[in-house]
């Protein structure tokens, strides 16, 4: 299944896109996906203890089981305003 | 009630004037601006990034609150994104309600929850570096 990932701010720079599709095999969890994002941007894993993430744009807490399609944002803390 | 993420410049005057209504015996508006000096450096000027569908939910979600908390009877939520000059503005909350008190507790609640909970992301820009920032207070989660 493919999981459409999307990238902010710092994030955005390091992988120097805001927006990837990873393909995953069989059963995925967000932190599964994690992890194969890690590989591909080794330094965003640094940012790991201060980062959200956010399922179909609602914020998750612990870990949840992902659908085909599903969109999973990695949020650094926010600074609007 | 309004919420909008944009990338052209706010008018606060238009913004505010939409809350007003006959139930409402105050309206306040907070209106935030790109400063020049942040931690003791001078900024050249501000980006913001923002993931403007999430954005715009949770910036209803917290007008919701504030009718629920403080009885708010209208309220307008506005930030741009992009890059922001000196000066500019950047964020407008503006809230009616029937007495000045809920209009007061309302606009600082939603700064802080702002703060908190919309996914939009500041930079500064100097003239020898770029930062992103992370919001350093209190959480209102």
Redesign the interface.
């Known amino acids: 299944m493919k999981i459409n990932v999307?990238l902010?701010?710092?994030l955005?720079?390091i992988a120097g896109k805001g927006q990837l599709e990873i393909e995953v095999e069989g059963k995925c969890s967000v932190e599964n996906l994690s992890k194969k994002l890690y590989e591909l941007y080794p330094k965003v894993e640094s940012f790991d203890s201060?980062v959200r993430i956010?399922v179909n744009?609602?914020?998750i807490e612990g870990d949840i089981e992902l659908k085909d399609g599903d969109e999973v944002?990695y949020?650094?803390?926010?600074?609007?305003? | 009630m309004k919420v909008e993420i944009t990338t052209e410049a706010i008018d606060p005057t238009v913004i505010s004037s939409s809350v007003k209504n006959i139930e409402a015996g105050a309206v306040l508006t907070f209106l935030g601006t790109a400063r020049k000096t942040s931690r003791g450096r001078e900024v050249t000027y501000l980006e913001y990034d923002a993931y403007p569908e999430m954005a715009e939910k949770k910036m209803a979600f917290i007008l919701g609150e504030l009718k629920e908390k403080y009885n708010i009877t209208d309220g307008a939520f506005v930030h741009r994104i992009g890059r922001v000059e000196l000066g500019e503005n950047i964020v407008v909350i503006a809230v009616s309600a029937p007495h000045s008190q809920e209009a007061f507790d309302a606009c600082r609640y939603a700064v802080k929850r702002l703060k908190s909970i919309v996914p939009i992301w500041k930079k500064e820009v100097w003239a020898d570096g770029e930062e992103w920032i992370g919001y350093e207070g209190e959480l209102y989660e």
């Not at chain 1, 949020?75 to 305003?81: C, F, I, M, Q, Y």
Request: hydrophobic fraction near 40%; glycine fraction near 10%.
């Open positions: 999307l902010f701010a710092s955005k720079d201060s956010a744009q609602e914020f944002a949020l650094p803390p926010v600074s609007g305003g």
